[in-house]
């Protein structure tokens, strides 16, 4: 929460953040130089104290230390202003990553992203999701928070795609350039990769038995290249039954089944070989609901 003044131990008075940041920007700032009030004891940060203008986000500003929301002494004139946040638990999330560069690491989750990005700091996640690292670009001052443009949905992130191919969006704190990790299925471009990707094209799908079992065969239409497979077109098998009729998307696959039509297939995911040489997409935990979150489904045009 934002403070609009502090009292400091310095000045023993209360302060705005830009007289905080005049003096304490070339002085030396104690950890406990700032607190709520002068009869509370909260402790309060002064943020963006250690860049230059030139390099602000946001001005610098004082807010609350994060776990004293119930602990304002009952003289604090600002206890009044004060709310509880309630403090979500941690859950696991599934994600992937798709790493354009040395640099970067893209996360997109199959839940929900992270709200936040944390400014100066670059997280970099392994692709067996094991081993984390940060990095505070500088460690001097506290690291702001703010918010970005971000995306959680296949369907966001392919008509931000669309509309916008260049920009800048951010997937679990992480930011990047859409197009660097798009990838359209084509002549000229059919050398797959094991690492994930959102692969796009032309596609088509078709029902089948197997052991008396109704399958949907999804299939790229573009021969491709992966490992020792040549020529191959990626596909995948999916249980009709795992098809919810009340989604749009799923309704949609069924027409174009039924059709046999052409459609554009977005598929975020990696691919793997078979023991017959054949491609295939990669299915978290083995699970067709898993796999059917990460495809989306439009009309083909030339």
């Known amino acids: 929460m934002k403070h609009d ?17 005049d003096y304490f920007h070339n002085h030396q700032l104690d950890t406990d130089e700032f607190r709520c009030a002068e009869k509370c004891s909260v402790p309060v940060t002064l943020v963006n104290v250690r860049n230059t203008p030139d390099k602000w986000k946001v001005p610098p500003y004082f807010k609350y230390r994060s776990g004293f929301d119930d602990k304002h002494s009952k003289l604090c004139p600002n206890i009044s202003k004060m709310t509880k946040v309630s403090k979500q638990r941690s859950q696991h999330r599934a994600i992937q990553t798709y790493q354009p560069s040395k640099e970067i690491i893209i996360e997109l989750s199959m839940n929900n992203p992270t709200p936040y990005e944390d400014v100066g700091t670059l997280q970099l996640n392994s692709s067996t999701g094991k081993n984390k690292k940060s990095y505070q670009a500088n460690s001097d001052f ?7 443009t971000r995306l959680s949905k296949l369907s966001s992130t392919v008509n931000r795609f669309h509309s916008h191919p ?3 969006v951010s997937f679990n704190g992480t930011v990047a350039p859409l197009n660097t990790f798009f990838q ?3 002549y000229g471009s059919y050398k797959l990769s094991l690492e994930p990707k959102i692969y796009h094209g032309k596609a088509f799908s078709r029902k089948v038995n197997t052991n008396g079992k109704e399958l949907l065969l999804l299939e790229f239409d573009q021969k491709c290249q992966l490992e020792n497979a040549y020529f191959e077109k990626p596909a995948v098998f999916i249980d009709i039954s795992t098809l919810n009729n009340t989604s749009q998307q799923h309704r949609k696959l069924l027409r174009y089944c039924q059709s046999g039509e052409a459609f554009h297939l977005y598929f975020w995911g990696s691919f793997f070989v078979t023991s017959h040489s054949k491609i295939r997409m990669n299915k978290i935990d083995k699970s067709d609901f898993t796999l059917l979150n990460s495809l989306y489904f439009e009309d083909w045009s030339e």
């Open 5 to 21: 003044h502090a009292y400091s131990k310095h000045f023993k008075d209360d302060i705005s953040p830009e007289k905080a940041y």
């Open 184 to 186: 359209e299925l084509r």
């Open 142 to 148: 506290p690291a702001v928070k703010e918010r970005s």
């Open 166 to 168: 260049d920009d800048d």
